[in-house]
């Protein structure tokens, strides 16, 4: 069975700092793994995804994340936080091959202060 | 890139009463879709998996009486709450597969705010 667990489920940061947020994952083979950001009232839009190439993986709007299969972390960053970053994050794992379904972390809620 | 369109984003309906949510996929074929019911503050649960042309696959815990999945086609699906009641008001997204590898990506609509009263 696949889980990912989000460590914090609010995370506060300054305008300008780094951004982090946790994901671990449990998967019973070799992962895929997503994040995916949600505004309020709206669907997921997806920021990057690994998919086994390489392990630091870029997204849109400046973030990336690292895969690290001896912590099974898939940690999401980004050097320099903006207001329009705040929202709710999502960390997925799929176990791949075919339409597998995904599982969903019980996401992070981005908090920008001025 | 692939959109995939929800649709309404919002509806309110009187208890006792069906609700048809459409999820359609704009510019590529969908042969799977995945249905998904959020709470307020809380994660997407998947409800079902829906298959174009054959019977959809129902998460353990959700009704298949009470959400009609149907996949008539390869750019629809459409849930159907059925007699719905206040305890079915929530958030609820579609979603499809992008990509013709493993880990393609997943597409998701805008949302349905479903408000039973």
């Known amino acids: 069975a696949q889980s990912v667990t989000q460590l914090g489920s609010h995370v506060s940061v300054s305008e300008g700092a780094l951004v982090l947020l946790r994901c671990n994952y449990s998967s019973s083979v070799p992962p895929y793994l997503f994040w995916y950001v949600q505004y309020p009232n709206q669907g997921l839009q997806l920021l990057l995804k690994y998919t086994s190439a390489a392990t630091l993986v870029k997204g849109i709007n400046g973030f990336e994340a690292e895969f690290k299969k001896s912590e099974t972390s898939f940690h999401l960053t980004k050097p320099s936080a903006h207001m329009s970053d705040a929202a709710e994050y999502f960390c997925?794992?799929?176990?791949?091959?075919?339409?597998?379904?995904?599982?969903f972390g019980t996401g992070t809620k981005l908090q920008v202060i001025p | 890139g692939a959109v995939v369109s929800q649709h309404p984003s919002w509806v309110i309906c009187k208890s006792g009463t069906s609700v048809k949510i459409e999820c359609r996929s704009l510019d590529f074929q969908a042969t799977t879709m995945f249905w998904y019911r959020q709470f307020p503050k809380q994660s997407l649960m998947l409800m079902a998996t829906s298959n174009e042309g054959s019977k959809a696959t129902y998460e353990q815990g959700v009704e298949k009486d009470k959400f009609l999945i149907n996949h008539a086609s390869l750019t629809l699906s459409t849930l159907t709450v059925t007699s719905a009641h206040p305890e079915d008001s929530s958030f609820y997204i579609c979603?499809?597969?992008?990509?013709?590898?493993?880990?393609?990506?997943?597409?998701f609509g805008s949302g349905t705010r479903l408000t039973v009263v």
């Open positions: 979603s499809a597969r992008t990509g013709t590898h493993a880990g393609g990506g997943y597409t």
């Open positions: 997925a794992v799929s176990e791949g091959g075919g339409y597998q379904k995904v599982t």
